[in-house]
């Protein structure tokens, strides 16, 4: 398995609303990131976790919480999102000491 | 990480060599150049990487200066399914390194 995956491809939710992203690699990769890319813009660094802990906060606003379960999978949980939160929400991995990373499809993400 | 710059767009005939260049005057020594690109509403997808020899893979090839200020990423032939937008990112090469994307060059190629 080679790949990130991220579900749902798309969600739409309220201000109110409380959801989360999923992320999921199974390469044994022990780096995994979150970025966020608004339309036309390149992508911008939100979180870093090694080996499951927090080692890279980008100043993001505690609407966005983190979480890694285990070494495979990474969620991001919503809360009070605003309107300009819409984006496209990229998980990415990459193993110890290196190298590429590889990057998920995605999770559009849209804040009525 | 090295802050790099790129043209905002470049078009390319269909079968022609994509020639793509990125400068990063202010690379480290410890530095490499990472290029990746995206095409729409996709996630960014790896292309290739150098420290300071030129490298080839089977998608592209990468051109690094002597001084590796800056750098050219070629794409031998170029297809319709190459256009995107393409990044040249400099980092360290650690664990959890902080990938700083700039803003890219949108290649369209052209039938």
């Known amino acids: 398995d080679t790949e990130v995956t991220q579900t749902p491809k798309h969600l739409v939710m309220g201000m109110t609303n409380k959801k989360s992203l999923k992320c999921e690699q199974h390469m044994g990769h022990r780096a995994m990131y979150w970025y966020k890319q608004k339309a036309k813009k390149p992508p911008e660094l939100m979180f870093v976790?090694?080996?499951?802990?927090?080692?890279i906060n980008e100043s993001v606003p505690s609407r966005f919480s983190p979480e890694c379960p285990n070494s495979s999978l990474l969620n991001l949980h919503l809360h009070a999102l605003q309107p300009e939160d819409s984006a496209l929400y990229l998980c990415?991995?990459?193993?110890?000491?290196?190298?590429?990373?590889?990057f998920g499809p995605g999770t559009r993400l849209l804040v009525l | 990480d090295a802050k790099t710059t790129q043209p905002t767009s470049m078009d390319c005939a269909e079968g022609r060599a994509a020639n793509l260049p990125c400068n990063h005057s202010t690379i480290s020594g410890n530095e490499y150049v990472y290029w990746y690109r995206q095409i729409h509403s996709q996630g960014p997808q790896y292309i290739i990487h150098?420290?300071?020899n030129n490298e080839t893979n089977e998608m592209a090839s990468l051109i690094i200066t002597e001084d590796r200020k800056s750098s050219t990423l070629i794409l031998p032939h170029a297809t319709l399914r190459d256009t995107a937008v393409y990044y040249c990112i400099v980092r360290e090469n650690t664990n959890a390194g902080k990938s700083t994307f700039g803003d890219g060059t949108t290649l369209t190629v052209k039938p």
């Open positions: 976790y090694s080996y499951e802990k927090l080692s």
């Open positions: 150098g420290l300071k």
């Open positions: 990415a991995s990459s193993q110890e000491g290196q190298t590429t990373v590889c």
